[in-house]
């Protein structure tokens, strides 16, 4: 069974960065498209930044887009995702999934298309 565990959120202040990391176990993941969700409190979860197995391909949401910068690393079955320049609005829980199967574009930025999922970790941006 696939677990994904997700770490590194916390409180911080507008303006400031966090590194977020998403660790697989439970298989030998090959050919795993990830993605990072988030769901701000009283609204739907909304997409964030995805990555193709290999790295070459990513997508961001624009509301993201020039300040965080998804990776990851394969060897340690590891998704990164370095955010800067923290607004409050980017207040949320955040969470890591993973998808089995050839990038898809743009539609990778649809949750449904995700088989496994983290439990999610909550990032607090303060003005």
């Known amino acids: 069974q696939v677990q994904l565990v997700e770490s590194g959120g916390g409180l911080v202040q507008a303006g400031d960065s966090l590194r977020l990391s998403c660790v697989a176990s439970?298989?030998?993941?090959?050919?795993?498209?990830s993605g990072w969700f988030r769901q701000a409190p009283g609204k739907e979860r909304e997409f964030v930044a995805a990555i193709s197995w290999f790295g070459r391909s990513t997508l961001y949401a624009d509301s993201v887009k020039g300040r965080f910068t998804i990776s990851r690393d394969n060897a340690k079955n590891t998704v990164f995702l370095q955010m800067t320049s923290l607004k409050p609005e980017d207040t949320a829980v955040y969470y890591c999934a993973f998808r089995p199967g050839f990038w898809v574009g743009d539609r990778q930025s649809e949750e449904g298309l995700y088989d496994n999922w983290g439990q999610g970790t909550q990032v607090t941006v303060s003005s």
């Open positions: 439970g298989r030998t993941f090959i050919n795993y498209n």
